[in-house]
């Protein structure tokens, strides 16, 4: 079998299997694949500026915040739905990244410095938002949920089963992007400015402005993060959603799973919340029930794969099952 | 370069995955267990940066059973979870533990982890009778399977301001300033929308808020803050804070030698716990608090302190009594509807509990019942005053077991 | 807005603030030399908060005391951390460092969270509430204590870093690693002394800050930040610079809070954090990066 075909076959039995599983599973286990599949697409969206473009944010729960307020805003002010709010969600978030793009770059930050500035711009976001007393400030914004047993997509109202699908939609569109936007021209230019950003200036490429593009494009996806999140928990506070814990959680995903590749970001998403689900299992079973046990363990098995696979999970794995590497 | 050691890493990776998926899966083959037994699924967040409180909320449910059982004659099995503080957590917890078997679900402390879990249970139809939580979008959504035993932050501060009028009328002093500070959080934030709505119409409480200085609450530094309001030389102090900073502000007023007639809490956490007067020693004394309490002098907290002291012999009640108060109600009324349903079907059990009615209570106010949208009227605050390091309640007079003093001892009229 | 209201919180600022410097001055050596950044620099200075609480705890012996065998114990474990665990990753891409670094932190904060639970400790030494009031400016002793034993302690490793040959051995090695190499030093070794020096420096000013605030499991993560700030505003790489902007910080935080919101005084910080990146990245006293 080629290459491509196996590539193929083996995305054919995945989505296969993604679509049925609220046949087989049972409400509990959705809820932890919408989370899987949350952070799937939120690493997919952030290995878009780092895998990609090479520009490392440490500040992408502001993308997921400012999309989240938007839509959330739209609909307890204006009854406006999610359909429509992501529109604004999608250009604010565009407008702040490329704006923090444009700074960053025009002045010529690059690696620690501008992890350094993402950082700072979304706690001054965080922070800006507690005293934004018409959206909630620190106590809050909740969105009304009405007690139903309909779903309701229009407005994002519904079962487990339904934000599953939603979100399994999401994850799937990012795949589909992000995989069209390496074999692109984009793709290439970005490989050229992540491996030497003045080997590209010197062969003519405009690193200002691809560089600003893979920031749009992954600020644009991860504002639709938000708006799912604002739906799906229907409260927002500013301290947990701009929170650097979020932007953190963000980028564990792709860099245990593989920057820069197409299903580490995946594979790192899923194997994470499975591994901390199992964890809290393991635990409770184990009777240890002394808190902060789990996170411990957490810590160290990331430690673990960060020493021993510095290149993330899945390209051993593609290897293993000749798909080459970034497939 | 990666080192050629691919063989074990593979393997780690595999055996990795499979044990994930192995106890991830395993659970998925336990049948519900029927029979006498009530499932209780109790969620607090126990690790982050909730702990202190969730742990001090778990230990009212770790002596349920046994109290209850000795009341009521029924059997009860708490299963608990750490929420972690974190509402991705809470929910997948929420799952997990209605997977597990659990009929009803208690929890959670923290208002927007309450609001995930509370989704969940109205959509799976499990009741969720919330201990402690007092954003009042709770109990306004029109659920059919969320109860709430524990005031709004609306009664919450109503409850609060009213106390200090009584306060004031007990000790005969009428201070005619205050300076406002409050702690800028989700509390800090509903107290002062509550103040800002309520303080003009409560007639006994005459005194003007002649400055408000909001804070952080991850600042390390207050100075500033105390030294602004006490530039603004306000009879004394009205607080909305948390443990760490009212500790942090204590000091500071010490330091800088500013001793207004008192400091006065309306009803947020901090003065009465623990900490504050293990750290600040006779700098805690004669600081006011008036939180949702429970009663010192009723039967029923007579039983569940003993139970506390018999598990937690080292530990004083007096710092959990509000924690365990609420969160061991909250399972009582599990209980007692499930003692008149007779069974513990989900629908069964929601409706039970929409009947409750219980008169012999442990914390402060009318009997427990819940209105309409599923919310208890009517509990009640005390003012609790630090005296001789410990939390005393001085007011309501009924439930008293000290005079309040106000104002404190060091105050020189200017 | 009286002059003595704001002198008071100018003194503040500026004595709190040196002692913040000093915690970014393990910082700023450690990423001025080793090029890491160290994202559980917090949880460090956490962690020598609590020996200093249960120093305290045991032999009522003073923080400002403590601070010495904490500092030793801290150089020694930072020495192995650095030469064990980090070395490999100078090389690795950022992002690598960082996971590695928060993966650290985790499991930092989490084992404190296990052995002392969730309650803040603190210490209560005599002086502690005390102050000295000259008119009508007051001077908070535990303060003023801080942040000389904060001075004394940058003066010590400034002379170390200036005069001595381990020093300038340590700077040759920052200023060009390729050179160091040739000329015959030995860079790992000195690495992980930096990295020891820089652990110790944030021991002591862990110690001393047990004397102006409480300690529990979570508030590492607060103060790295704050060591960044501090770090980029000051100047990477410049000692004097990291004391500097550890005074620009307490005393800008002082005077945003008198004169804004004091809750939305850290806004003021990271703006600060915002302008320096993008206008003048080497700080204040830094080298152009």
Sequence with gaps: MSREARVGALLALLAAALVALPLAANSYFLSVATLVLYFAYTGQAWNVMMGFAGQLSLGHALYVGLGAYAAAALFTQFGIGPWAGMWLAMALCVAAGVAIGFLAFRFGISGVYFALLTIAFAEFTRIGFDHIGWLGGPGGLFLKVEAHKTTDLANLRGGQTMFYYVMLALAAGAFALCAWLLRSRAGYYWRAIREDEEAARALGINTFRWKLLAVAISAAMTSLAGVFFAFYYNNLFPEQIFHISQSIEIILGPIVGGVGTLFGPILGAAMLTALADALNNLVAAMGWDIPGVKQVFYGVILLLVVMFVPNGIWPPIAKRLGLGRGG | ?414 | MSASLIANVVIAGVLTGLVYGLMALGLSVIFGVVRVVNFAHGEMMTIAMYAAVLLFGAFKLDPLLAALPVAALFFGLGYALQAGLINPFITRPEHSQFILLVAVATILTNVLLMVFGPDARNVQTDYMLDSWAIGQVLFDKARVFAALAALATAAGLFTFFRYSRTGTAIRACADNHLGALIVGLNVKHLYALTFGLGAACVAVAGCIMTLLVEVAPSVGPGYTLLGFVIVIVGGLGSMLGALLGGVLIGVSEALAGLFIDPSAKSMFSFGLLILVLLLRPQGLLGRKP
Aim: hydrophobic share 40%; with cysteine.
């Design chain 2, 1 to 414: 370069m990666e080192r050629n050691n691919g063989m074990n890493r593979r393997k780690f990776n595999t055996a990795l995955a499979a044990g994930g998926a192995l106890t991830a899966l395993a659970p998925f083959g336990i049948a519900r267990a029927q029979g006498g037994k009530l499932k209780v699924g109790v969620l607090l967040p126990r690790s982050g940066f909730e702990a202190l409180i969730g742990q001090s909320c778990q230990k009212g449910a770790d002596l349920a059973p046994e109290v209850i059982k000795s009341m009521l004659g029924v059997d009860i099995e708490i299963i608990n979870a750490d929420t972690e503080s974190n509402v991705n957590t809470a929910r997948t917890r929420a799952e997990r533990l209605i997977e597990e078997g659990a009929h009803v679900l208690v929890g959670a402390f923290d208002s927007g982890q309450t609001v995930a879990i509370a989704q969940v249970a109205e959509q799976r139809g499990v009741p969720l009778v919330v201990n402690i939580a007092a954003a009042p979008q709770i109990t306004e959504q029109g659920y059919k399977y969320v109860f709430r035993n524990f005031p709004t932050a609306r009664d919450l501060v109503t409850n609060g301001l009213s106390l200090i009028g009584e306060l004031f009328q007990a000790t005969n002093i009428v201070p005619r300033t205050a300076v406002y500070m409050h702690v800028n959080d989700t509390f800090g934030q509903a107290m002062t929308g509550g103040i800002k709505a309520a303080l003009p119409h409560l007639t006994q409480l005459p005194f003007k808020i002649v400055d408000t200085i909001p804070y952080d609450p991850a600042a390390r530094d207050l100075s500033v803050e105390v030294s602004k309001a006490k530039a603004t030389n306000a009879d004394f102090l009205l607080l909305v804070c948390r443990l760490n900073d009212a500790i942090v502000l204590r000091r500071e007023m010490v330091k800088q030698r500013w001793s207004p007639m008192g400091v006065i809490d309306p009803g947020s956490p901090g003065i009465y716990e623990e900490q504050f007067a293990k750290s600040l020693g006779k700098y805690a004394d004669y600081c006011i608090d008036n939180p949702p309490w429970y009663n010192p002098k009723a039967e029923l907290t007579h039983v569940v302190e003993a139970a506390f002291k018999k598990r937690n012999p080292k530990e004083h009640f007096v710092y959990h009594g509000l924690n365990i108060g609420y969160t061991f109600e909250a399972i009582l009324i599990a209980a007692d509807a499930f003692k008149r349903a007779g069974s513990t079907n989900p629908k069964a059990l929601a409706d039970a509990i929409r009947a409750t009615n219980i008169t012999q209570r442990m914390c402060l106010g009318g009997p427990i019942k819940f209105n309409a949208k599923g919310q208890v009227e009517g509990n009640q605050s005390a003012c609790v005053q630090i005296l001789n390091g410990t939390p005393k309640v001085v007011l309501p007079s009924y439930a008293a077991e000290a005079k309040p003093v106000f104002p404190w001892p060091e105050y020189k009229s200017a």
